[in-house]
């Protein structure tokens, strides 16, 4: 039979029998150990427990490291977008490559020590010619979302009627159907949102995770299963919509709390990382985004964490800077089909695309109609502002406002091509010097994007007016 694609193939030289296999000098381990003595491998080599996740490095990573290095079961806590399922599913990296079963054996024995009793009856009758496959770390992993309605027969087992059908007695354990828990053996079982599973069924886990071992109904069978146990939670959850039975708690040896990126420079290099804007084809401009404008949506972000007018225990995810980011490139480019340019970067005018891709990202607690957009809009001034403060000092820019005095009017907007702002810049001059110092000597759209900001800028500390109708703005002296 071919083996998926997607899953990889063993090599060849690999011991193909139980008696090849202890000829090579393999020793069992428990996953426990075989996880410890990884995680110490990357400690020591001074390379990262996990990759692709920011932020992290001071605080979250090294409480995941002692609780892997004591062998300990974990429960991850934090709010919707904090990585928790990243980090559990990035676990995998840290046990062997390949691992040797009883071939054949749903629940991959060890075999050494072969737990089912089908594993038992296969290493019992042909010994050290018992067949040996192999294992890839990938499929030693194995997750549930809890759901009200998951079943003991979900995560332990149930008798498998159709097998009672072909003639066995229900006092035969080759009848059991094993569960998610027992199916993970030798490797990892995940619980996502733990609280949201029923209370009785919690208590199936409490064996698992104190005595390693499950208990099928009905028979007088153990299963000394070896399974690392990892489950997250939404904090709220313990009393919101759910909670963790305080025995099950207690046999969790590490409780590990995730944030959000505490800063505006690792909010950022995470969008960078994840988003995935528009991909140029046949027919689509350029997109380069300026630092700045990418800037801005990572302020939201963190604004909106701080925001009294946002529901802080729901969270803002970061999903949120991901998406506002992929908008954000979207506006551009659907401005830049519009206009006809072959080049668009975002401007200030495309943030307002962001409110539609912020709402249902987030709870605003408003009782007013329509109140929600002013918040959000107030935040998107904000972050533009604050970012304006940062690369714009106010006190630089004394010549760009003295230029408005003599009655000048400024128009901007997505419906102004790029060229429009380079003539603007020709009959400004004073704003030749902040422009500069945001784009230097880039392309046109880049060089739009920061006279938008500059203006956008300028009139949010007061110092020009403006007056919007939707994406299209007017500025003018405030005098």
């Given at each position: 039979m071919l083996a998926s694609p997607s899953v990889p193939v063993p090599p060849p030289d690999l011991p193909q029998t139980l008696g090849a296999l202890r000829a090579s000098g393999w020793v069992s381990v428990p996953v426990h150990e075989e996880?410890?003595?990884n995680t110490a491998g990357r400690i020591a080599a001074g390379r990262p427990l996990v990759e692709r996740v920011?932020?992290?490095?001071?605080t979250v990573l090294p409480q995941m490291e002692n609780a892997l290095l004591a062998g300990h079961d974990i429960i991850m806590l934090g709010e919707r977008g904090q990585a928790k399922?990243?980090?559990?599913?990035?676990?995998?990296s840290l046990l062997d490559e390949w691992m040797p079963a009883v071939a054949g054996s749903e629940l991959r024995d060890d075999p050494e020590h072969p737990v089912s009793r089908a594993g038992r009856d296969l290493v019992a009758e042909h010994?050290?010619?018992a067949p040996i496959e192999w294992v890839h770390r990938s499929q030693r992993f194995a997750e549930k979302l809890a759901t009200p309605d998951t079943s003991i027969a979900d995560l332990i087992g149930e008798v498998d009627p159709i097998k009672v059908a072909e003639g066995r007695y229900l006092s035969d354990e080759l009848t059991i159907h094993y569960g998610l828990v027992p199916r993970a053996n030798r490797g990892i079982f995940a619980v996502n949102e733990l609280p949201d599973l029923a209370e009785r069924i919690q208590v199936g886990l409490l064996n698992v995770l104190e005595e390693r071992d499950v208990q099928i109904r009905g028979f007088t069978i153990r299963l000394p299963l070896d399974v690392v146990l990892v489950a997250t939670a939404n904090p709220e959850d313990y009393t919101n919509r759910g909670r963790i039975i305080t025995p099950l708690k207690d046999r969790f040896g590490a409780q590990i709390r995730t944030h959000y990126p505490r800063d505006t420079a690792t909010e950022l290099a995470i969008v960078r990382q994840e988003a995935r804007p528009p991909a140029r084809g046949p027919g689509t401009p350029r997109v380069e985004v300026p630092e700045f404008m990418a800037e801005v949506v990572a302020e939201l972000s963190q604004l909106a964490r701080a925001s009294t007018h946002l529901n802080q225990r729901s969270g803002v995810s970061v999903r949120l800077s991901i998406s506002n980011y992929e908008t954000m490139v979207a506006n551009a480019v659907r401005r830049a089909l519009r206009v006809g340019e072959s080049e668009a970067a975002p401007r200030v005018s495309d943030l307002a695309a962001?409110?539609?891709?912020?709402?249902?990202?987030v709870e605003i607690e408003a009782l007013e109609e329509g109140r929600e957009e002013r918040?959000?809009?107030?935040?998107?001034?904000a972050a533009v502002l604050a970012v304006f403060r940062r690369r714009c000092p106010t006190e630089e820019l004394g010549a760009v406002v003295s230029a408005f005095d003599d009655a000048r009017v400024v128009h901007a907007g997505d419906d102004l091509p790029s060229s429009a702002y380079a003539t603007l810049l020709d009959e400004v001059p004073a704003l030749r010097a902040p422009v500069r110092a945001l784009a230097g000597e880039e392309d046109p759209a880049v060089v739009a994007s920061a006279v938008e900001l500059v203006l956008e800028g300028l009139h949010l500390s007061k110092r020009l007016n403006k007056e919007a109708a939707g994406s299209k703005a007017t500025y003018r002296s405030r005098g």
């Open positions: 996880i410890r003595r920011l932020g992290f490095e001071d399922t990243r980090l559990v599913r990035s676990l995998t010994g050290d010619d962001l409110v539609a891709s912020t709402q249902g990202k918040i959000l809009q107030g935040l998107v001034a």
